[in-house]
């Protein structure tokens, strides 16, 4: 999706260009491409197939370029707003994500049940989360007790709230100790995302062990103000007519964030000036997780590091260009042990930007639980449309 960036937003901000789609069941490429950007994959196993859904009617905000979507045009009850949904056990909103239904052998629907702030098209979070659960759901019960080591996922195009997302899994090899998977999420038959899902069968016992430690004196949750009571004071004090009816357009959020730039014992009118980077940020589920399936809890971290992560090329910048549109490309995630998240578990995430340059800029991110071990390292490349001040 495309993001254009405002003080205090805090967006997912992965915007999507447009791209063609176009297949060739004779060589059984796929290709991408759009003016400035192109891609192809080839599939050895299939020829891709994909089903046509049904078209929904999208209410946009009337904000200009942010085509947002009601609540109940995508789908979404008005009354599940506090993010919890009775009919569903229990489970929050944004657990409802990882139920993916399976309507074929290797193909599954996901849905739309929850969406932060600021995603005006599909977050790409979700996109990354469900082809990880769906690349899981395709393993046998042999290869089960392996555990997702790393995902790569490329944007292709955007994607959208208002229609569900189809996942096609290619199972491109198991073996011992590694299984791997290409996941294809796709609406009204173009992919809008790919991904390469790797497996591993954990090696407890190896005694070959290190990391680099989480940055210490890190401000604490509670000596941060939660990012959006900032955002509602931003937009209520500051914000326009329009964008303030753009904002509460948005649904409840199912996280916390805290940014180590908001402490506590600073002025708000001081904070609601500070650019928010999201360059370190804690992070926590307002609702803990029902599932005690290790897949799912794999899942939502996976969730966790597209928030934010972008901003840092835009952050590193700040004072010598305007950068009012911007968008991702690609999703690297490592994850470097299994973790299994707590009721009351907070992560640190860390990103920072070592390069940008001929419109595109490097994001790198380490997840850190509280306690100071690292659970994750991430990458994401994003273009940028930039000019001077």
């Not at 399976?102 to 996109?127: M, V």
């Not at 073996?175 to 069968?201: L, M, P």
Request: glycine content about 6%.
């Amino acid at each position: 999706m495309r993001w254009r960036c405002s003080p205090l937003a805090f967006s997912p901000h992965i915007s999507y260009s447009r791209r063609m789609i176009s297949h060739c069941p004779t060589h059984e490429i796929a290709h991408a491409h759009n003016r400035n950007y192109c891609m192809s994959t080839a599939t050895s196993s299939r020829i891709h197939k994909f089903v046509q859904l049904p078209k929904h009617r999208c209410l946009h905000s009337g904000h200009p370029h942010r085509p947002t979507c009601t609540m109940e045009a995508r789908g979404l009850s008005t009354s599940a707003r506090d993010g919890h949904d009775s009919s569903s056990n229990g489970k929050s909103l944004l657990e409802q994500l990882f139920d993916l239904e399976e309507i074929d052998e290797n193909r599954y629907r996901g849905r739309t049940t929850w969406y932060p702030f600021g995603a005006t098209y599909t977050y790409g979070g979700q996109a990354i989360a469900q082809s990880m659960m769906a690349a899981g759901l395709s393993l046998v019960s042999e290869h089960r007790d392996k555990i997702i080591n790393s995902v790569h996922t490329y944007f292709v195009r955007h994607g959208t709230h208002d229609q569900d997302i189809m996942y096609e899994v290619d199972d491109v090899r198991d073996g011992k100790n590694y299984s791997t998977r290409r996941v294809d999420a796709s609406q009204n038959g173009r992919i809008f995302c790919t991904s390469i899902i790797s497996f591993h069968r954990h090696d407890a016992s190896s005694p070959m062990e290190h990391q680099d430690e989480m940055p210490a004196d890190m401000p604490q949750p509670d000596e941060l103000y939660e990012t959006t009571h900032l955002r509602k004071k931003y937009f209520e004090s500051r914000g326009s007519a329009d964008q303030l009816a753009w904002y509460r357009r948005f649904p409840d959020d199912q996280l916390h964030y805290r940014n180590i730039l908001h402490p506590k014992d600073m002025p708000i009118d001081e904070l609601l000036s500070v650019d928010e980077s999201g360059i370190t940020m804690w992070q926590q589920l307002k609702q803990p997780l029902v599932s005690r399936s290790h897949l799912v809890h794999q899942c939502m971290l996976g969730y966790l590091t597209d928030l934010g992560i972008c901003r840092s090329a835009v952050s590193r910048n700040r004072s010598l260009v305007k950068v009012p549109m911007f968008t991702s490309l690609d999703h690297t995630i490592w994850f470097h042990r299994p973790a299994m998240i707590a009721d009351d578990d907070w992560f640190l995430y860390q990103t920072q930007s070592p390069v940008s340059a001929g419109g595109r800029g490097l994001n790198l991110g380490r997840l850190f639980s509280k306690d100071g071990v690292l659970l994750a390292s991430t990458a994401q490349e994003g273009a940028y449309r930039a000019s001077k001040l």
